[in-house]
């Protein structure tokens, strides 16, 4: 907050980002919330506690340090609430347990983040609820897809792995006219790069494990929604008893303070990297939706304010050997999952779920995280383990 009160329309937004949240001179001063770790709340006599007038009732309700991330989560998203979950994993499943019930029908692209087709292919069938993927980019034609009781649609752009951007202004028109709640698992973007519910998304998915922590030290989940869904969501929430620790909420707070700062580098470094990468002879193609050369270019440009820092390399030939050799060469590249931290990863991405979007690659996909080390030392890297894994 800055001094006036809430932080002005206008500002940029490394300034949101720096005064996003609790109000210092709410709590003495401090610039920081206070971590408050909490199960019990006392009430001050049996009249307050019979009614429960008072801000805080129970810690799964919220404590100062959840309200001032939820605070600034929604200045961010521009949203009407934000509920914050244990995992970026529980972002994605506790909106589908919201709005979905038996005999509903869900559409989800096809180029989903894996677990949460396996969610959707196992807890949502067993509910009765009829699921169906999507090919990325079908925009507009969705419409061919619904249903009387198609209830949601749930879109991640760009797709998992492969990272196909989809038309999100096209699949909401068909969505609001028939009165469909639209989801955006939004993690690679993160509301400075893509803010969804601008696009007229109802509710927007981070993994805050990414990004907004960047140290891959904490597992988080951020849910937002407009005011029509805002209702449904909580009491849901509240029904599945979903909640998170305040230390965790209040690294997450700490982490979007440096977020611009680091996304900034970490677009700037993946960027440098996938254009190098496209003029190696052991590499067929980079999928990076901010590459002119990337099919969906034009879509992404019209969308999106920015990349983040992940995206995948298809090698010009070879298999899982090949795959296995330039990881296991790779000095500065860790062999792990997740993304979004300061340190690099890469991993060999299974593509075998896919349905209605399965395509032929020349070579294994490798997905790349470029975290915040110097650009130079990462392509180095990558070139010797290129020649290791394809001598040419
Ligand atoms: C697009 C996307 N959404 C959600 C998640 C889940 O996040 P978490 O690892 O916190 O469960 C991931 C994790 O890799 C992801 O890539």
């Known amino acids: 907050m800055v001094k006036s009160g809430k932080p002005a329309g206008d500002l940029g937004i490394n300034t949101m980002l720096a005064h996003c949240g609790n109000d210092p001179y709410e709590f003495h001063g401090f610039v920081n919330p206070p971590v ?80 949460t087709r396996r969610f959707a292919d196992s807890m949502l069938k067993r509910l009765g609820i009829d699921v169906e993927y999507y090919p990325p980019h079908i925009g507009g034609d969705i419409a061919n897809l619904i249903r009387p009781n198609t209830r949601v649609i749930f879109t991640e752009s760009p797709g998992s792995n492969t990272f196909e951007i989809q038309d999100i202004p096209a699949i909401v028109a068909v969505a609001r006219e ?99 990468l496209e003029q190696q002879p052991q590499v067929a193609r980079v999928l990076h939706p901010a590459l002119e050369s990337h099919p969906d270019h034009a879509l992404w440009k019209r969308d999106f304010k920015g990349a983040s820092g992940v995206f995948s390399i298809v090698l010009a030939s070879g298999g899982t050997a090949e795959a296995h050799k330039l990881l296991d060469s790779l000095q500065l590249f860790g062999l792990g999952y997740s993304w979004g931290g300061y340190e690099s990863l890469a991993v060999h991405v299974y593509l075998g779920d896919r349905t209605v979007a399965a395509q032929s690659f020349e070579g294994p996909v490798i997905r790349l995280q470029i975290g915040l080390e110097d650009t130079q030392d990462l392509i180095n890297d990558l070139q010797q383990g290129l020649t290791t894994a394809l001598p040419q």
């Open 36 to 115: 408050v770790r909490a199960s019990t709340v006392l009430f001050k006599d049996a009249e307050t506690m019979a009614s429960q007038n008072q801000k805080y009732t129970y810690g799964t309700h919220g404590t100062p340090t959840t309200d001032a991330l939820c605070q600034a989560i929604d200045q961010l998203e521009g949203s009407a609430g934000t509920l914050l979950v244990p995992s970026g994993l529980a972002a994605v499943t506790v909106p589908l347990l919201a709005f979905l019930g038996t005999g509903d029908h869900v559409l989800l692209v096809d180029t989903i983040y894996n677990p």
């Open 178 to 276: 028939r009165d469909i709640i639209t989801m955006m698992d939004n993690t690679w973007a993160t509301p400075l790069y893509l803010k969804a519910l601008d696009f007229g998304i109802d509710i927007t998915i981070h993994a805050g494990t990414k990004y907004p922590s960047g140290h891959s030290d904490v597992l988080f989940g951020m849910i937002s929604s407009n005011e029509k869904c805002w209702k449904r969501l909580e009491e849901s929430y509240t029904a599945l008893g979903m909640c998170v620790n305040s230390d965790d909420a209040y690294q997450i707070l700490r982490g979007l303070r440096s977020m611009g700062l680091r996304l900034n580098h970490h677009q700037q470094s993946a960027l440098t990297i996938a254009r190098w």
